[in-house]
């Protein structure tokens, strides 16, 4: 059964250094989405993408936050310059666009820690 | 926005007892997802109902959409449905779901 992958599993990095987050969602989707869960909160939306473009976004995600779809198969997230507080469980989800069947496929997610 | 409570916030099983787990959302909605975090951080996939109801093995889902609530039932509980359950509503197809706090269960050997 295709699934979302996430690449790291874990990622430890110094407050102030770029990160960069990948997933490669289920290959016939189109509708990719990052979320975050701090640890012990629920998970929040962060942001969504079709069409090569952001199509929402959350006030959480703001301008040291960026995504891409740099080829055909990833995802990525960039944190341009980590803070202690984005320490957190990323996640990456897809959905398929026909017939308004929204339902989001979650990767496993990547775990962050700022020092 | 959408305001989603899950209720009861923490529940305590022996093993083989069932439980019921609530979902009040406060807008009509087009999508409802049901998740399983296990120990580990994964967000586990259990249903996909934005209305009706549904059976996979032990745990089924009812969602009452005109009412506003679902309910996810786990019969005969053993300690690997141990983690915390969460509710996340959409208001159509494809926009960003919203998550409830979600209940932390706890089944005892």
């Known amino acids: 059964e295709p699934e979302v992958t996430q690449t790291p599993s874990h990622q430890v990095t110094q407050m102030g250094q770029e990160v960069i987050l990948r997933c490669v969602p289920i290959s016939n989707h189109l509708y990719f989405y990052w979320y975050r869960q701090i640890l012990g909160q629920k998970v929040e939306f962060l942001v969504s993408f079709y069409n090569n473009e952001i199509s929402e976004k959350s006030e959480i995600f703001d301008d040291q936050f960026s995504v891409e779809r740099p080829d055909g198969s990833n995802f990525t997230l960039k944190i341009r310059s980590t803070k202690l507080e984005d320490s957190a469980m990323y996640f990456c989800?897809?959905?398929?666009?026909?017939?308004?069947?929204?339902?989001?496929?979650f990767g496993p997610g990547t775990r962050l820690t700022v020092l | 926005g959408i305001q989603v409570e899950q209720s009861p916030p923490d529940l305590i099983l022996q093993e083989g007892a069932n439980s019921t787990l609530r979902c009040n959302f406060s807008d009509s909605v087009n999508n409802l997802q049901w998740f399983h975090q296990n120990p580990w951080g994964q967000l586990i996939n259990l249903f996909y109902?934005?209305?009706g109801t549904k059976q996979n093995g032990r745990l089924s889902a009812t969602t009452v959409a005109t009412e506003r609530y679902s309910l996810l039932y786990i019969s005969s509980s053993q300690t690997t449905d141990s983690g915390v359950y969460f509710c996340?509503?959409?208001?159509?197809?494809?926009?960003?779901?919203?998550f409830g706090k979600g209940t932390r269960l706890s089944v005892i050997a």
């Open positions: 109902i934005p209305s």
């Open positions: 996340a509503v959409g208001d159509s197809g494809n926009t960003p779901l919203v």
């Open positions: 989800a897809s959905s398929p666009s026909s017939g308004g069947e929204g339902e989001q496929f």
